[in-house]
């Protein structure tokens, strides 16, 4: 099979409970494809952390996943804040998440380098006021 | 690799299809074939819920018979678990329960306990290694173990590969009989085992990772309970005296074994579902600061088994009122003069858990992916009602089992209708 397998899911934004089910999903449909377990790991995480992202900061959005033999690209889109600066952001410990959600042990600051770290491509369009999309790639070695 | 053997099994003819058990599966195991349930034994854990939830009472939990026990054992070591303690009312002292497992015919009495309080000792020591993924996951549930097994292939290096306290206790047993009486052979002896759970049975049959079991029998414990309570009426004063302490007991409820670390780093839950969740959260790196992790498949714990007597709220009670006035441990590693994380061999099993695939659609990963696509393709005429007439437990399910080519998409009642509709529709407009 040449094409890829796409999966769609919708981020709720207004339930907080419900973040990081689409990561389960994913996980599970990639454990019956049979991919290696570190592979599952890594896209689940970066997909969790997506996930929550989303969630805390752009009341949710559309998670898609493309399932290649060889690689698993995923597109999150949100039409969220966007992001100032991006560098910044990307900093390990640097976090705009309030208060309400640090309480649950979020907002630390590891959400997107952690994205970075699991992934082997990372790229990120985000437009102050519009939105935010981020693309990773994960290689099936 | 050998075929796993379960405990759990359908007596036909009290099955009348219907799609309770269907539904509470927690790995979608189980289909509805000609009127039937039907298991797949390579993706069950052995948890008991369709015993559990059966209302007709079809499903039952496969154990040895006290009475099959072989005349060449001459010397036969009962192995009362903690849980059992928590079956009897007004009980106030454990020693009647071990006297009146003696006064069934058992020859000698070994408590599990006192082998947990061992486990929990070398856990102690386990968890002073540094070289070891935390957080470190209990093996002591065998329904946890097979499922990680199955489907959490990341988390297989965090299992302990501490053996589970009942077998310790076997191995135990044996040893002390052994020594006692010197005229026995060790082919003479068994030991057996009072399960509060089928899946208790089903690690004595298959054994954890390259281990065997020592454990010889495995006898239900709602089974023994019957006989217990005649034989405890009968009971003067007990002659023989328990020997475990609180964190023994303690093990036989859910957050017993993981509070007796003295680390409160620890998650401990209990029934399937819950703990599936938790090891979703955990495989996504959630819990970075926990040291412990105790999942136990059962509501409650052990007391919470399928094979168990009492509401397992109702056993937790009694147990603590029953562990009150007892120390802390009566099991103590002597001093040593071995490292503070040094953990023998023989408490170990030998090779870690590795991951089986069961779950996967096909070992050719491009044959997955067709038959993931066309499982799309099917799910979309699917109502997804979940309604289980068809014999799988969701819409999803069954549009799995219609690619795998084990029923078609026709025994779908809703779309049925749909096409049924359809056809009438056009004949009213007067097409053939």
């Known amino acids: ?141 | 690799m050998a075929e796993y053997r379960h405990s759990v099994s359908l007596e036909q003819d009290k099955c009348k299809g219907c799609t309770t058990c269907l539904k509470h599966c927690p790995t979608e195991a189980i289909r509805i074939r000609n009127g039937h349930a039907v298991i797949n034994s390579e993706i069950c854990i052995d948890c008991g819920e369709c015993i559990r939830v059966c209302p007709h009472k079809a499903k039952k939990a496969i154990f040895d018979k006290l009475e099959e026990i072989a005349p060449r054992y001459k010397w036969r070591i009962a192995l009362p678990p903690p849980s059992l303690y928590g079956q009897f009312e007004n009980l106030d002292d454990v020693d009647y329960v071990l006297q009146g497992l003696l006064d069934c015919g058992f020859d000698e009495v070994f408590e599990v306990a006192r082998a947990a309080e061992v486990v929990s000792e070398y856990t102690r020591r386990y968890m002073h290694k540094k070289d070891v993924p935390r957080p470190v996951i209990s093996s002591a549930c065998p329904t946890i173990v097979r499922l990680i097994r199955l489907r959490f292939p990341y988390l297989c290096d965090n299992v302990m590969p501490m053996l589970p306290p009942v077998e310790v206790a076997s191995q135990m047993a044996k040893a002390e009989a052994l020594k006692k009486h010197p005229e026995l052979r060790e082919d003479e002896i068994c030991t057996v085992f009072i399960s509060p759970c089928p899946a208790k049975a089903s690690y004595v049959k298959n054994g954890i990772s390259k281990n065997r079991s020592s454990i010889d029998y495995v006898v239900s414990m709602s089974e023994m309970y019957f006989k217990l309570i005649g034989a405890m009426k009968a009971i003067e004063a007990p002659k023989v005296a328990s020997a475990s302490g609180m964190i023994g007991i303690s093990w036989a409820s859910s957050g017993g074994e993981a509070s007796a670390l003295f680390n409160d780093r620890y998650l401990a839950a209990d029934g399937i579902d819950n703990a599936i969740k938790v090891l979703d959260e955990i495989e996504t790196g959630n819990f970075p600061y926990l040291e412990f992790v105790e999942l136990n498949a059962c509501p409650g714990g052990c007391v919470g088994g399928a094979a168990t007597v009492e509401n397992p709220y109702i056993a937790k009670v009694r147990l603590q009122s029953l562990r009150r006035y007892l120390p802390i441990s009566l099991n103590r590693l002597e001093k040593s003069e071995e490292p503070d994380d040094y953990v023998p061999e023989n408490m170990l099993f030998g090779s870690p858990i590795t991951y089986a695939p069961a779950m996967r659609l096909n070992a050719n990963r491009g044959i997955a992916m067709q038959m993931m696509s066309d499982i799309e393709k099917i799910y979309e005429l699917l109502p997804e009602i979940d309604c289980g007439s068809c014999g799988a437990p969701t819409c999803r399910a069954f549009a799995e089992d219609v690619v795998k080519g084990e029923c078609k998409v026709e025994e779908c009642v809703v779309y049925m209708r749909e096409r049924m509709r359809e056809f009438w529709a056009k004949r009213e407009e007067g097409q053939p």
């Open chain 1, 1 to 141: 099979m040449d094409e890829a397998l796409k999966f769609h899911f919708v981020i709720d934004g207004d339930n907080f409970t419900s973040a990081g089910e689409a990561s389960v999903e994913v996980k599970k449909k990639l454990r019956q494809l049979g991919f290696p377990p570190d592979v599952i790991r890594r896209v689940s995480i970066a997909m969790y952390e997506g996930e929550i992202n989303m969630v805390i900061h752009a009341r949710g959005g559309v998670a898609d996943v493309l399932v290649y033999p060889d690689r698993i690209v995923i597109i999150l889109e949100d039409h969220g804040p966007g992001i100032e600066d991006i560098d910044l952001a990307m900093q390990e410990g640097y976090s705009t998440a309030p208060d309400s959600v640090r309480a649950l042990g979020f907002g630390a600051g590891m959400g997107l380098p952690n994205m970075k770290r699991y992934t082997e491509e990372m790229h990120i369009e985000s437009t102050l006021g519009v939105g935010t999309t981020i693309t990773m790639v994960v290689n099936v070695q």
